[in-house]
């Protein structure tokens, strides 16, 4: 490439780029590790990315990261509220982790999930039914927003009326993950401890509750729960409920907005899914892989000098693992950047891979899952109203920030029985 490799990270994050940012990525992969002196080491291509995913050498510990590299990315040690096991490293990401894992899902809970199917196609339903009689709507604010945070706040056991306190907080969190070149360091981290502890502050009450009180739900079990490797500190369960709220909520919808983006650009695909529901499963782990609602992790660094691809990257440097890249790759994906729900050999990188992998992606396929079967199947001859549409800042959490959909009406819904019921709308 003829550009400084600073202009890359800066290409990368460009908001000019957000609504396709494909045609940088495969740039870079012709040089699969690409280093400026200031900036950080990107990573573009799918087996370095592997590679380096599955390498103990690689930190995801702030700390680990020398302030220099990346400033904005830093993070000040904070005795109240330390890091979430996302940002740990072994031995206490993976104690952390299967504390946090208990209650989710197997072995100890197997049925947790399974249980909340019924509930997840009823919330679907529901808002879906809240469409009648619009002929246009915004795919984002009435139906992929609301229904992931309504089903993590089911999940967790936070009350889904108080979602107007913790939206902003959980949107500067997520902010945070943006490596924005521009951006003011020593402000951002201002901003984004203040929403820490406002969020932990805020959780606290609420786990104090479930300690009185215990109900159906993980924050209870986290709160109550006595394995045989103990429980978590209150500190560390302040951590975690708040990984798990944020994480929960930025980005599932993302998949599902990404998800009907793309099915309206390809018709045929929304009309075979129309008729043939199971085809679901391929479909969504394809979109998982062709436009990935988690871009990049910008947030490693090397324990010891790595040598990978002809490159040194040192101790204490910043890397980047563009995943959405990886999942592009010519050298692992056959035809990389045609849409095919039917894929066969498809183990993506869009829930990561190694220690940190997606611990919730059971919960954010099943969402994705029911959500685009019930679009599919209810939405009356939906069309796009703007393409490209407008995106999110976010360059890491990336996904566009309003879908308007324009529709003829909506088809009934489907009855217990898998047949469909009443007849308003349907053709
Ligand atoms: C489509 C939706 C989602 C996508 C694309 C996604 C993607 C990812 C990715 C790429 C990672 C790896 C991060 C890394 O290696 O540093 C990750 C980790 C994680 N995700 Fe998700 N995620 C999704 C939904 C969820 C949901 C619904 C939850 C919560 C229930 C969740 C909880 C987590 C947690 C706790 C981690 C940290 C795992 C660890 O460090 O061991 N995610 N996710």
Same mark, same amino acid.
């Given at each position: 490439?003829?550009?400084t490799?600073?202009?890359? =990270? ?5 908001y000019?780029h957000?609504?396709?940012?494909y045609?940088?990525?495969?740039? #870079?992969?012709?040089t699969p590790?690409?280093?400026d002196?200031?900036?950080p ?13 599955h390498?103990?050498? #690689?930190?995801?510990?702030? /700390? ?10 830093a ?5 109240e ?17 299967r504390?946090?894992m208990?209650p ?20 679907v339903?529901e808002?879906?039914d ?12 009435h ?9 993590i ?5 936070v ?9 902003? !907080? ?6 945070s #993950? ?8 020593? @402000?951002r ?5 203040q ?5 932990a502050?805020?959780?606290s009450?609420?786990? @104090? ?6 109900r ?5 079990? &986290? ?7 103990? /429980? ?12 798990l709220l ?11 907005? +990404? ?13 075979? &899914? /129309?008729? =043939?529901?199971?085809l679901?499963?391929?479909l969504? @782990?394809?979109?998982?892989r062709?436009d *990935?609602?988690?871009?990049m992790?910008?947030?490693?660094t090397?324990?010891s ?14 890397? !980047? ?14 035809? *990389? ?5 039917q ?8 829930f ?8 919730? =992606? ?5 969402e994705?899952?029911? =959500? #685009?079967t019930e ?5 009356? /001859?939906p ?10 800042? +976010?360059a890491? &959490?990336?996904?566009?920030r309003? &879908? ?12 217990? +029985?898998?047949?469909? +019921?009443?007849?308003n709308?349907?053709?």
């Open positions: 490439m003829t550009q490799q600073g202009s890359l =990270a800066r290409q990368i994050t460009d000019a957000r609504a396709d940012p045609p940088i990525y495969a740039e #870079l992969r012709k590790v690409v280093h002196e200031e900036g080491y990107i990573v573009s291509t799918y087996w370095e990315i592997h590679g380096l995913l390498d103990p050498r #690689l930190s995801s510990e702030a /700390r680990n990261l020398d302030p220099e590299a990346a400033p904005e990315l993070e000040e040690d904070d005795p509220l330390p890091p979430s096991f996302l940002r740990l490293d072994p031995p206490e990401h993976d104690r952390l982790r504390l946090a208990a989710f899902g197997p072995p100890h809970t197997p049925r947790r999930l399974h249980a909340m199917r019924g509930e997840l196609t009823r919330i339903g808002l879906i809240g469409f009648e009689g619009r002929d246009r709507i915004d795919l984002v604010d139906f992929s927003y609301p229904f992931p945070v309504t089903v706040c089911r999940l967790l056991g009350p889904r009326e108080d979602e107007p306190r913790f939206h902003v !907080w959980a949107e500067t969190l997520a902010a #993950l943006d490596p924005d070149p521009d951006a003011d360091a020593a @402000e981290r201002r901003i984004t401890r929403a820490r502890t406002e969020l502050m805020y959780l009450e609420l786990m @104090e509750e479930r300690r009185r009180a215990p159906d739900d993980m924050l209870s079990d &986290l709160v109550n729960g006595q394995g045989p490797e103990g /429980r978590m500190s209150r500190v560390e369960l302040l951590s975690t409920a708040t990984l944020v994480a929960g909520h930025e980005t599932t919808v993302n998949l599902i907005t +990404n998800g009907m983006l793309t099915l309206l650009r390809n018709p045929d695909v929304l009309a075979r &899914l /129309r008729k =043939a529901p199971h679901v499963v391929p969504v @782990e394809e979109l998982l062709f *990935p609602p988690v871009q992790l910008p947030q490693r090397p324990l000098e790595i040598d990978i691809a002809g490159v040194t990257i040192p101790k204490g440097a910043s890397v !980047w693992l563009l995943l959405a890249s990886g999942n592009r790759d010519p050298q692992r994906f056959l035809d *990389p950047d045609r849409f095919d729900p894929r066969r050999d498809n183990q993506h990188l869009g990561g891979s190694g220690i940190h992998s997606c611990f919730g =992606a059971p919960l954010a396929r099943l994705a899952q029911i =959500a #685009l679009l599919a199947r209810r939405l009356d /001859r069309r796009l109203l703007e393409d490209p549409p407008t995106y999110r800042r +976010n890491v &959490l990336r996904g566009p309003h &879908l308007p959909i324009a529709l003829e009406g909506l088809r009934p819904k489907a009855s217990p +029985n898998g047949s469909s +019921n009443g007849s709308g349907s053709r």
